[in-house]
C-alpha cells in the first residue's frame, strides 16, 4: 500500500470490500511511499491530499519528528479507512524489505528509477547525513560487527522509529492492533545483520510477534550455502531475540526465471531448479523450521503468477488452453508440517 492519494484510497478500498465480502481477515501492507519500495531503494511517501498533514517543507528536508509526527496521522487516517469498510484485519504490515530504509529516510537505491518517472533520490540529510553518504556496495564490504553498528547509529533507529509512529496512528483506531515488518533476502543471509536489524526496531518501541524477511534461495549464486545460512540466521534469531523469523516472501525457482536482468534460477545444493527440486526444498525447509521451532511461516510471493518473468518461481505450469495444472510445491508445506509432526511423535 502505497502512501500516494487518488487510486491509492479507491484501490485499498475496493480490497478491504472484497476481503469483508468473502469474509477473509485483511491483511494490509503500508508501503510509506509514492510509488513503490523494497531492498532496491525506498523513496519518500507522497502524503499531499490528506487532512490533517500540513509539511512544512519538502520531505528530504524535514527532521524525524515532523516525519513521525505526519506518519502517525496517516496511519490514522489510513486504517480508519479500512476500518470503515467493515473488514477485519489481522496483521497491519508497515514496510516491505526495509533494512536499507523506509519512507524515504534511505541510503542510495540500487535501482535508480524505483520511485517511478522522473523520481531522483534525495538524501535525508536532515535525519542524519550519513545515510546517504552510504552506499550497498559499502556496506557489504564492511564486517558484520560494523554493519551493524552503523545500521544502529545511522538508520535503524529511525527505521523504528518511523514505524512505531505509524503503529502508534494504527492504535489510535485499532487498540488491538498487531504489527509485522520485514527485511529483505539479502538479511536472511546476513545473521548478525537480521538480528541487530529487529534489535534496533524493538528499542524504538517497534516490538513485533514474529521476525519478517523474504528469502528467495535461488535468486543468486554468488553467496554459497544458502540454506545453512539461513538456518544461522534463525537460530540467531531465536538465541538473541527469543523471537522466531517467518518469511514473509518466499520463492524457489521451478525453472528459469530472469528477474530484473539477472537469473534468479540457481540451484542450492541437492535441490535442482526442477518441479521437484522446488517442492523438496520446500518441503525439507518448513519440515526442518516446525520440528526446530525455528520458523513461525511462510508465505509464497505470487505462487499463481503463472506466464510473465515470475513462470519459473510460481507453483503453477504455464496455462495450457487456459488451464494451469499445479507443481508439486502445491502441497510441499503441507506435507513438511506432516513430516515434523510424526517425527515428534516418533
Given at each position: 500500500m502505497s502512501s500516494s492519494p487518488g487510486s491509492a484510497v479507491r484501490g485499498r478500498r475496493a480490497r478491504a470490500r472484497l476481503a469483508r465480502s468473502v469474509d477473509v481477515a485483511f491483511n494490509p501492507e503500508f508501503l510509506l511511499c509514492a510509488h513503490y519500495g523494497d531492498m532496491a531503494g525506498q523513496p519518500e511517501p507522497d502524503l499531499s491530499g490528506y487532512p490533517g498533514i500540513a509539511?512544512?517543507?519538502?520531505?528530504?528536508e524535514l527532521g524525524i519528528k515532523e516525519m513521525c509526527d505526519a506518519l502517525r496521522v496517516y496511519g490514522k487516517i489510513v486504517a480508519r479507512e479500512i476500518l470503515d469498510t467493515g473488514v477485519k484485519v489481522n496483521v497491519w504490515d508497515i514496510g516491505n524489505e526495509i533494512e536499507f530504509g523506509i519512507a524515504g529516510v534511505a541510503i542510495p537505491p540500487m535501482a535508480a528509477s524505483i520511485g517511478g518517472?522522473?523520481?531522483?533520490?534525495?538524501?535525508?540529510?536532515?535525519?542524519?547525513?550519513?545515510?546517504?553518504?552510504?552506499?550497498?556496495?559499502?556496506?557489504?564490504?564492511?564486517?558484520?560487527?560494523?554493519?551493524?553498528?552503523?545500521?544502529?547509529?545511522?538508520?535503524?533507529?529511525?527505521?523504528?522509529?518511523?514505524?512505531?509512529?505509524?503503529?502508534?496512528?494504527?492504535?489510535?483506531?485499532?487498540?488491538?492492533?498487531?504489527?509485522?515488518?520485514?527485511?529483505?533476502?539479502?538479511?536472511?543471509?546476513?545473521?548478525?545483520?537480521?538480528?541487530?536489524?529487529?534489535?534496533?526496531?524493538?528499542?524504538?518501541?517497534?516490538?513485533?510477534?514474529?521476525?519478517?524477511?523474504?528469502?528467495?534461495?535461488?535468486?543468486?549464486?554468488?553467496?554459497p550455502d544458502r540454506l545453512n545460512r539461513f538456518k544461522k540466521t534463525a537460530v540467531l534469531a531465536m538465541e538473541r531475540l527469543q523471537r522466531p523469523p517467518y518469511i514473509a516472501e518466499f520463492g524457489y525457482a521451478a525453472g528459469p526465471v530472469i528477474y530484473s536482468g539477472s537469473s534468479w534460477?540457481?540451484?542450492?545444493?541437492?535441490?535442482?531448479?526442477?518441479?521437484?527440486?522446488?517442492?523438496?526444498?520446500?518441503?525439507?525447509?518448513?519440515?526442518w523450521g516446525a520440528r526446530e521451532r525455528l520458523l513461525a511461516g511462510i508465505r509464497p510471493w505470487a505462487p499463481d503468477y503463472v506466464g510473465s518473468g515470475w513462470q519459473g518461481m510460481a507453483m503453477f505450469e504455464a496455462p495450457q488452453a487456459k488451464l494451469a495444472v499445479a507443481r508439486p510445491a502445491l502441497g510441499a508445506i503441507q506435507e513438511g508440517l506432516a513430516r515434523a509432526a510424526q517425527s515428534a511423535h516418533a
Open positions: 509539511l512544512s517543507r519538502p520531505w528530504h518517472p522522473g523520481w531522483k533520490y534525495k538524501a535525508p540529510d536532515a535525519v542524519d547525513p550519513e545515510i546517504g553518504k552510504m552506499t550497498l556496495g559499502r556496506f557489504f564490504m564492511m564486517p558484520s560487527r560494523e554493519q551493524v553498528a552503523w545500521g544502529q547509529a545511522h538508520l535503524w533507529n529511525y527505521t523504528g522509529r518511523i514505524l512505531a509512529a505509524v503503529a502508534e496512528g494504527i492504535r489510535e483506531v485499532d487498540r488491538h492492533a498487531r504489527f509485522a515488518t520485514h527485511a529483505s533476502a539479502i538479511a536472511a543471509l546476513m545473521p548478525e545483520v537480521f538480528v541487530g536489524f529487529y534489535q534496533s526496531l524493538d528499542a524504538m518501541g517497534f516490538r513485533t510477534e514474529q521476525l519478517g524477511v523474504s528469502y528467495y534461495p535461488t535468486n543468486t549464486k554468488i553467496i534460477a540457481n540451484p542450492v545444493d541437492n535441490y535442482p531448479c526442477t518441479p521437484d527440486g522446488q517442492a523438496s526444498f520446500l518441503r525439507d525447509l518448513v519440515e
